[in-house]
């Protein structure tokens, strides 16, 4: 398998904007970019709601500091200078994914960034089409919520408070088979 090295070229941004607080990362999972974060030196803070996860993590990245919780609770950071969400802003209805954007925008200080990458409509091999619709691209896939974005959707989402500085669709090789996402860096602007 090849490594998913995707923070790597913007780990000199991180380093600029964490300005020495903790990054937030929502959704670790088992802590693959923590330990990228936490081996440059960062302080990490990340958020899963599976203990099994969560228990991965921490041996991955033992310096870091994890909380298994919904990403929809409160969160332990009051502020960060960067939030890395990868593949975890999708299992929500409209209304809460945009609720989960704006606050993610309000944690960040100024000109702080967020790193995410969103499930493409794209993504077939991981539930973009032949799965129950529960609404406009989102499906109920192996009995669970999952949303899939397109490029309008992404610029819909991010419309209000943020500076787009990378928006491009792309596929990953991080799981058994090729992986569609949008990888996109936004700045936070009032």
């Given at each position: ?6 923070l790597?070229r913007?780990?000199p941004?991180?380093g600029?904007?964490?300005a020495g ?10 802590g ?6 936490g081996a440059?030196g ?10 099994k996860?969560i228990?991965?993590a ?5 310096l870091a500091?994890?909380?298994?919780q919904?990403i929809?609770?409160p969160?332990?950071?009051a ?8 593949l975890?802003l999708?299992?929500?209805p409209?209304p809460e994914?945009?609720a989960?954007a704006?606050?993610?925008h309000?944690t ?7 790193l995410c990458?969103?499930?493409s409509?794209n ?12 609404s406009?691209d989102y499906?109920?896939?192996d009995?669970?919520p999952?949303?899939?974005?397109d490029r309008?959707?992404v610029?819909r ?6 500076r787009?500085?990378h928006n491009e669709e792309?596929?990953?090789a991080r799981?058994d088979h ?5 990888e996109t860096t936004?700045?936070r602007?009032d």
């Amino acid at each position: 398998m090849t490594k998913d090295d995707w923070l790597a070229r913007w780990l000199p941004l991180i380093g600029e904007r964490a300005a020495g607080l903790p990054i937030l990362e929502l959704g670790c999972g088992g802590g693959r970019d923590s330990e990228v974060l936490g081996a440059a030196g960062h302080k990490v803070v990340g958020i899963d709601l599976s203990a099994k996860a969560i228990g991965n993590a921490r041996t991955r990245a033992p310096l870091a500091e994890f909380h298994c919780q919904d990403i929809q609770g409160p969160w332990p950071v009051a502020r960060a200078g960067v939030v890395v969400a990868s593949l975890s802003l999708h299992y929500f209805p409209w209304p809460e994914t945009e609720a989960l954007a704006a606050r993610i925008h309000e944690t960040l200080t100024p000109s702080g960034v967020l790193l995410c990458r969103l499930n493409s409509t794209n993504d077939h091999h991981f539930g973009a089409s032949g799965h129950p619709r529960i609404s406009d691209d989102y499906y109920r896939v192996d009995g669970e919520p999952k949303r899939f974005f397109d490029r309008v959707a992404v610029d819909r989402l991010f419309a209000r408070g943020w500076r787009m500085l990378h928006n491009e669709e792309g596929v990953i090789a991080r799981y058994d088979h090729p992986k569609s996402v949008w990888e996109t860096t936004l700045e936070r602007i009032d």
